[in-house]
């Protein structure tokens, strides 16, 4: 079937450090990726994106790359601020007809000054 | 442009009741759906729909829940005879005609169902 498995958080770091947040998918066709991005009360954002192998999604400084070989698209940042404190989510759909979005459960991260 | 409109955003019902709970795309987007996110779990698919029409509710639980899109307002996702269990937030996302290979949705702030 189709799952998305995320790094469980909450992930907690200081400002200007690396972030690294893990996503690893299964898939019965062939995915695109997604990472999106739910600031407190508000509703999902796309953040960034990539529909085919070795493809780099990237926004805002954050960065993932699709990757067949690991089934992997691992979101990172260099060097994070407060206003990226938000939680984020992986996603993936097939596009093989279905339209719905599979998610992970979210990875919470809190920046401290 | 207005984003996706959730309303209301929270919303209380005892068991029993019935929930309703409305969903504007953005302007020029004709394809909703509909996902529940149960606490600490991550986003579900419940249904897809066209203008007037149900493409995919794959993700719907089988009784008390159903989904319309009319040709004119909002789309509904009704909850008849709540039980805590419906207790979760539910987003609603759009995208606009021939975005299907994309799948790229945008999505509402959510409206938060608890039951008690």
């Known amino acids: 079937g189709n799952s998305v498995t995320q790094m469980e958080g909450p992930v907690t770091l200081s400002e200007e450090a690396f972030l690294t947040i893990n996503c690893t998918y299964t898939a019965t066709g062939y995915p695109s990726l997604f990472w999106y991005v739910q600031y407190p009360g508000e509703g999902l954002q796309l953040l960034l994106k990539a529909t085919k192998a070795d493809d780099k999604g990237s926004n805002k400084g954050f960065e993932a790359t699709y990757r067949k070989e690991t089934t992997s698209f691992h979101l990172e940042k260099g060097s994070v601020q407060v206003s990226d404190s938000a939680v984020y989510f992986c996603a993936l759909s097939v596009q093989t007809g279905a339209n719905n979005l599979f998610f992970g459960t979210g990875t919470r991260l809190t920046v401290i000054p | 442009n207005a984003g996706v409109m959730q309303n209301p955003r929270h919303l209380v019902r005892r068991r029993g009741q019935e929930a309703r709970l409305r969903c504007s795309p953005m302007?020029?987007?004709?394809?909703v759906y509909w996902y529940r996110q149960l606490p600490e779990e991550g986003l579900k698919f419940m249904v897809y729909?066209?203008?007037?029409?149900?493409?995919?509710e794959s993700g719907m639980p089988k009784e008390r829940f159903s989904a319309e899109f009319p040709k004119e307002g909002p789309s509904i996702l009704r909850i008849q005879q709540v039980v805590r269990g419906d207790s979760a937030a539910y987003f609603c996302?759009?995208?606009?005609?021939?975005?299907?290979?994309?799948?790229?949705?945008?999505f509402g702030p959510g409206t938060r169902l608890t039951v008690t």
């Open positions: 302007k020029g987007h004709s394809h």
């Open positions: 729909l066209q203008k007037e029409n149900i493409i995919d």
């Open positions: 996302a759009s995208s606009p005609p021939g975005q299907e290979g994309l799948h790229e949705q945008y």
